[in-house]
């Protein structure tokens, strides 16, 4: 089956440093590629949606020039945190699917916790 | 716009006794519904889907849930819980029927309880 790999499982930073999140579908080419947030005890919050080898697509109210999201590839895409600061402490996952591969619907990563300091 | 209603927060069942967790959906066209389990800081798991074909959706670990277009319910069930299945239970609808390119939308979050 689909499997989406995301790294790394836990993440603790600095305060004003950045932090890269990487998502690869290891046996599919996901050609979307969606990015949520999850605070404690709550759902999941769409941050932005991606598309192989364009602009990625953000959520009202989710800062673009502060959550870089690159998806240069078929396999890899990444979020950085960029200048994280405490309140960006959360759950990130990501989740792929492919236009291609209809089969596989949306492949969710494992997560990464990251806790700024 | 699409939207989904989870109708419990927390569901306290006995190991053994039957589950049911309940949601509502909202869309303006045939829907695509998800189920998904989510353990502990883990990702999610997709218990099942619904895309349009037999409305009684059978999925992983004994789950299934059935399509009610009159009642605009996807509502969850399993005859006999398990303590493994105590995990946050999320229902979903997609913005984009049976395309797979569309967002998830996730309800809030119902929080199964098993009690031994």
């Known amino acids: 089956g689909a499997v989406v790999s995301q790294h790394p499982s836990w993440v603790i930073c600095k305060s004003g440093t950045s932090v890269k999140i990487e998502c690869r579908s290891l046996?599919?080419?996901?050609?979307?590629m969606f990015w949520y947030r999850q605070f404690p005890k709550q759902s999941l919050m769409l941050m932005a949606t991606?598309?192989?080898?364009?602009?990625?697509?953000?959520e009202q109210g989710v800062e673009k020039d502060k959550f870089l999201i690159n998806h240069a590839s078929l396999t890899l895409s990444t979020l950085t945190v960029t200048s994280a600061h405490p309140e960006d402490s959360s759950f990130y996952i990501c989740s792929a699917s492919s236009a291609t591969a209809r089969g596989y619907g949306y492949t969710f990563g494992s997560g990464t916790r990251l806790t700024v300091v | 716009a699409q939207s989904v209603t989870q109708l419990d927060s927390h569901v306290s069942v006995s190991e053994g006794t039957p589950v049911l967790l309940r949601c509502n959906y909202s869309?303006?066209?045939?829907?695509?519904l998800f189920w998904y389990v989510q353990h502990p800081n883990k990702g999610l798991q997709l218990l099942l889907k619904?895309?349009?074909?037999?409305?009684l959706v059978k999925g992983i670990n004994g789950f299934e849930a059935e399509f009610k277009k009159s009642e605009t319910s996807f509502h969850l069930t399993k005859p006999s819980a398990h303590m493994s299945d105590a995990a946050e239970y999320f229902c979903v609808v997609s913005t984009r029927g049976s395309s797979n390119t569309g967002k998830l939308i996730f309800g809030q979050g119902t929080t199964l309880q098993v009690k031994p």
């Open positions: 869309s303006s066209y045939s829907p695509s």
């Open positions: 046996d599919f080419q996901a050609t979307t």
């Open positions: 991606s598309n192989e080898g364009s602009k990625a697509t953000y």
């Open positions: 619904y895309t349009s074909a037999a409305t």
